[in-house]
């Protein structure tokens, strides 16, 4: 068994070394549904929703995992590729003032007018109440990640290693706005 799981690991690894953006869009889509599945089950959604998973899976696919593939060559250009400490400190607040910020607020929007299907009232009355708390918890937390990815992980695994992150991240969020929700009950 150990060596199917490497081969398939060394076939994963090839196909991301021939084709970076297409894998790195797959790996996004497909830890996407992994996340949202586990996430509905784990909240008690007895019926897998269907199209609920297919919006996260888009979202994943169409825009996480070609955003962070060009989002971290950037970084890498912007930084010439060095590891420092001062270096990964600067690459880490940088994300954390641009691309944090931005992709909590893109989703929330998404998650509000496309998979919720809410009026846009209703999502900027919600932005605007649950955002500071989304940013602020995400500040807590996704900067030790960002530390460790642009210090350990080669560039190439980089949002690899974030989409994998980002999946358990979600299942977290979802529980624990499940718990809030059963606390109010």
Same mark, same amino acid.
């Given at each position: 068994?150990?060596?199917?799981?490497? %081969?398939?690991?060394?076939?994963?690894?090839?196909? *991301?070394?021939?084709?970076?953006?297409?894998?790195?869009?797959?790996?996004?889509?497909?830890?996407?549904?992994?996340?949202?599945?586990?996430?509905? %089950?784990? @909240?008690?959604?007895? %019926?897998?929703?269907?199209?609920?998973?297919?919006?996260?899976?888009? $979202?994943?696919?169409?825009?996480?995992? &070609? !955003?962070?593939? !060009?989002?971290?060559?950037?970084?890498?250009?912007? $930084?010439?590729? %060095?590891?420092?400490?001062?270096?990964?400190? /600067?690459?880490?607040?940088?994300?954390?003032?641009? @691309?944090? &910020?931005?992709?909590?607020?893109?989703?929330?929007?998404?998650?509000? *007018?496309?998979?919720?299907?809410?009026?846009?009232?209703?999502?900027?009355?919600?932005? /605007?109440?649950?955002?500071?708390?989304?940013?602020?918890?995400?500040?807590? !937390?996704? &900067?030790?990640?960002?530390?460790?990815?642009?210090?350990?992980?080669?560039?190439?695994?980089?949002?690899?290693?974030?989409?994998?992150?980002?999946?358990?991240?979600?299942?977290?969020?979802?529980?624990?706005?499940?718990?809030?929700? *059963?606390?109010?009950?």
């Amino acid at each position: 068994m150990g060596s199917v799981a490497k %081969k398939g690991l060394q076939e994963y690894l090839g196909q *991301l070394q021939k084709h970076p953006l297409r894998t790195k869009i797959v790996t996004a889509g497909v830890l996407s549904a992994v996340s949202d599945i586990v996430a509905q %089950k784990l @909240s008690g959604i007895q %019926k897998l929703q269907l199209k609920r998973l297919l919006f996260k899976v888009l $979202f994943g696919a169409a825009y996480l995992g &070609p !955003f962070g593939h !060009f989002y971290h060559i950037l970084l890498e250009k912007i $930084f010439k590729g %060095k590891k420092d400490s001062k270096t990964v400190a /600067k690459k880490v607040v940088l994300e954390q003032l641009t @691309s944090s &910020p931005w992709n909590n607020l893109l989703f929330l929007l998404y998650y509000g *007018l496309v998979i919720e299907g809410r009026p846009w009232t209703q999502v900027k009355s919600k932005i /605007k109440k649950e955002y500071p708390t989304v940013q602020y918890t995400s500040w807590s !937390f996704w &900067p030790v990640v960002g530390w460790v990815n642009h210090q350990y992980i080669p560039l190439q695994l980089r949002v690899v290693v974030h989409s994998v992150v980002a999946c358990f991240w979600a299942i977290f969020l979802n529980l624990r706005a499940r718990s809030l929700a *059963l606390n109010k009950g």
